[in-house]
């Protein structure tokens, strides 16, 4: 009867449990149990924090290990063994191998954290005040991070004005044939008539998670560095949600061959769903006076212990061809799948975060509902949560991946066929 104590004395600001209501006991691998000892698989993944699965037995083993040895938990953003050992593996394993030199700053552990930090510090450096920021962004829920998010429910919460931004479009967001989004921008900062103030840097997710899994082209994104490097403006991408190989390499960026002056890392970066975020920065951006921006929980010592083992999945290219192996099966099959249904919808996606946008924006919560009813947590995004969103762990047995699947492939295909006889009757 659990739940009825969360719905008694939680906040009405709860969400995923309205979605999901049960109560989540046990979790391992790419499965989720809850206390009447129902298994569901899970394409959710914490969105997007649980990319090595559910209590990965590497990580749970360090951990333990640290834990039993009474070694130092909390220790704000003092020296610590755990701290010193991450920052050294992902200098080698991480950094080094992508010639990527980057100074880590831990400023928080959320990833909103990372980027209040991100935008502090690019204002910083430049003197300005603006930023720039892309239509269906999601940056997370502080005032910083809000003004910078697309979704005006969200952005309302806010309660005060949302300033020192100017949205833009993002890729292919006017007309998809022939984007126009780059030229606008450039055409913005260029013209000292266009009311654009200089910004100091754009945000940007190379992936649109929340916002509907809209992913930006690799030649969009070459082109976007150029232009601001043109214009002087700092690159900052939120790597939040698809960074951590989620779409195939460590970074999202990495197939567009650019080098963002400061990025923003978090959910899946513990490994283990132990809370840890960070702003990396070209060292040379690195103003920040000590202690400028703090935080009691800077360098989660547990935290650092699983990422240091989780960064061992990194040191060859398993998980990136892995991922990329999954990924081409769910394309191929959702793409099937999109081919059969007598309704308007379209796949979108890198590597394993992909989506199937319904014309009407109804059907994807419809689907989400009916999957969990079979045993599959599913989430939905964007603006009108139009798009069922999948976002398995990256280590999910191919098993589990086909069991999904066919849940997905049941369930679309029931609520499309709903929704048709619907309108025959109607
Ligand atoms: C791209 C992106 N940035 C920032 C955030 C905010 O992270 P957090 O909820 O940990 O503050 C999220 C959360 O979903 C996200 O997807």
């Given at each position: ?11 009405e ?5 309205r979605?999901?209501?049960c ?24 969105a ?5 699965g ?9 951990l333990?290990?640290y ?33 990527l030199?980057y100074?880590?700053?831990f ?25 720039i920021s892309?239509?269906?962004?999601f940056?997370g ?28 479009p ?10 126009q ?26 992936v ?23 214009h ?12 951590c ?30 809370p ?15 202690g ?57 996606g ?8 319904f ?40 098993a ?12 679309v ?14």
């Amino acid at each position: 009867m659990t739940i009825e104590t969360i719905n008694r004395l939680e906040s009405e600001v709860r969400g995923y449990v309205r979605n999901f209501p049960c109560v989540f006991t046990h979790a391992s691998g790419a499965r989720m149990i809850d206390e009447d000892g129902r298994e569901y698989i899970d394409f959710f993944a914490g969105a997007g924090v649980m990319n090595y699965g559910h209590n990965h037995p590497d990580l749970k083993r360090a951990l333990l290990d640290y834990l039993a040895e009474d070694r130092i938990v909390h220790s704000l953003d003092m020296a610590t063994a755990a701290k010193a050992r991450f920052l050294e593996r992902f200098e080698e394993v991480i950094l080094k191998p992508r010639g990527l030199d980057y100074r880590v700053q831990f400023p928080g552990p959320t990833g909103t954290n990372a980027v209040e930090a991100a935008l502090k510090l690019a204002r910083k450096v430049t003197g300005r005040e603006r930023v720039i920021s892309f239509t269906n962004a999601f940056h997370g829920m502080t005032l910083g991070s809000l003004a910078v998010t697309g979704n005006s429910f969200k952005r309302a919460g806010a309660g005060v004005p949302l300033s020192n931004v100017s949205m833009v479009p993002f890729d292919s967001y006017l007309d998809e044939g022939k984007d126009q989004s780059l030229a606008f921008l450039e055409a913005m900062l260029a013209d000292e008539g266009s009311g654009m103030d200089k910004p100091a840097a754009a945000i940007i997710e190379t992936v649109q998670a929340e916002g509907g899994v809209n992913v930006a082209r690799t030649e969009w994104l070459k082109e976007l560095a150029a232009v601001l490097k043109r214009h002087d403006v700092l690159l900052i991408v939120d790597d939040i949600q698809v960074g951590c190989g989620r779409t195939g390499p460590f970074f999202s960026f990495e197939p567009a061959g650019i080098k963002p002056d400061i990025v923003c890392l978090s959910k899946s970066l513990s490994g283990f769903g132990l809370p840890l975020a960070v702003t990396l920065m070209r060292p040379e951006l690195d103003v920040w006076s000590p202690g400028e921006h703090n935080g009691t929980f800077r360098g989660h010592n547990p935290a650092f212990v699983t990422a240091t083992a989780a960064l061992e999945f990194w040191v060859d290219d398993h998980m990136k061809t892995e991922t990329e192996r999954k990924a081409a099966k769910i394309t191929g099959r959702l793409q099937a799948l999109i081919r059969k249904i007598p309704v308007r919808a379209e796949l979108r996606g890198r590597g394993l975060i992909q989506g199937i946008e319904f014309a009407d924006s109804e059907l994807a919560g419809e689907c989400s509902a009916e999957a969990f009813k079979h045993g599959l947590i599913i989430e939905t995004a964007g603006v009108d949560d139009q798009v069922l969103k999948l976002l398995p762990p990256l280590m999910i047995p191919d098993a589990d991946l086909d069991a999904g699947l066919e849940i997905i492939e049941k369930v679309v295909q029931t609520v499309a066929a709903s929704k048709t006889s619907d309108r025959k009757v109607a």
